[in-house]
């Protein structure tokens, strides 16, 4: 258990529709990281929070927008989904702002688009 | 751009040594990531270089060479529970912050 809680596992909406994927850091974890991993395109990074800044961006769409809260968790809306959303969306999260620090990963959010 | 080669699978037998080859392009280059990843689940950290060298960690080792943007992750005493998937990951610093780019994995098997 990496301390990372991810809610909810799995996600099963349809194409057009709009979902929010939500995550808990570590205790402490100012840093908030977010990932989908789909079977053709591997693990890709979205987008970095730290205390409730931006800190870096990734490969997200435009459809998709997060935000960290001030109580450090974090929120990833997905809206206008499409079927090549479908993927595993993982949180992971970090100590430090710099990303240098061990990432721990929570168990993944599983999202279907029918 | 940013592009991270891996080999796609490999097969060892337990008890051996394996090493998984990591190649890399990026502008920013600032810290190589070793991930294991089991199917189905979290990927987890094993191992940082930033520097030039051998880092090692009990029976798992990874070396890097900036200048020929290569990395290995060494296995020592294989088990059957090392048989996942190991991903290679690139943190590049650009103009818009920092960016992690992962490599497509190497699926180890392990047989007894």
């Known amino acids: 258990d990496s301390g990372v809680t991810q809610t909810p596992k799995h996600l099963i909406t349809a194409t057009g529709q709009r979902v929010t994927l939500r995550c808990s850091p570590r205790?402490?974890?100012?840093?908030v990281y977010w990932y989908q991993q789909s079977l053709d395109q591997g693990l890709q990074f979205l987008i970095q929070y730290y205390n409730g800044e931006e800190r870096a961006k990734g490969n997200i769409l435009e459809r998709f927008s997060a935000q960290q809260f001030p109580d450090l968790h974090s929120e990833l809306n997905l809206s206008s989904l499409e079927l090549g959303d479908s993927a595993l969306y993982f949180c992971?999260?970090?100590?430090?702002?710099?990303?240098?620090?061990?990432?721990?990963f929570g168990p993944g959010t599983r999202l279907t688009v029918l | 751009g940013q592009n991270i080669d891996q080999p796609t699978e490999m097969t060892a037998t337990e008890g051996a040594i394996v090493q998984i080859n990591c190649t890399y392009q990026?502008?920013?280059?600032?810290?190589l990531f070793w991930y294991q990843q089991h199917a189905g689940e979290a990927p987890t950290f094993l191992s940082y270089n930033v520097l030039d060298g051998l880092e090692e960690k009990g029976r798992f080792s990874s070396f890097l060479s900036r200048s020929k943007g290569y990395s290995y992750l060494l296995l020592k005493e294989l088990q059957m529970k090392d048989s996942a998937s190991y991903l290679c990951a690139v943190r590049d610093l650009n103009n818009y912050g920092q960016n992690f780019v992962f490599g497509p994995g190497t699926r180890l098997s392990v047989l007894p």
């Open positions: 990026t502008s920013g280059f600032n810290g």
């Open positions: 205790s402490g974890d100012l840093s």
């Open positions: 992971a999260s970090s100590g430090g702002g710099g990303g240098a620090l061990e990432q721990f």
